[in-house]
């Protein structure tokens, strides 16, 4: 149960910060940066970034 509550806030915030990356034409780690993604998360999330496009580009 735990383990598919954090992936589902893992996928939540993914979505929230490629929102914000598109509407602020920024890269992903200034969107995680501005809504403060914990280090951890923000490992998690690069990867992700980094296996479907440049975490610098959007």
Known sequence: MEERINRERIETLFGVVQDLM????????????LIKISDEDKVVLSKRFSNGKEIGTK
Do not use: R
């Not at 509407?23 to 940066?33: D, G, L, P, Y």
């Open 22 to 33: 598109e509407a602020m034409k920024i890269t992903a780690e200034q969107a995680m940066s």
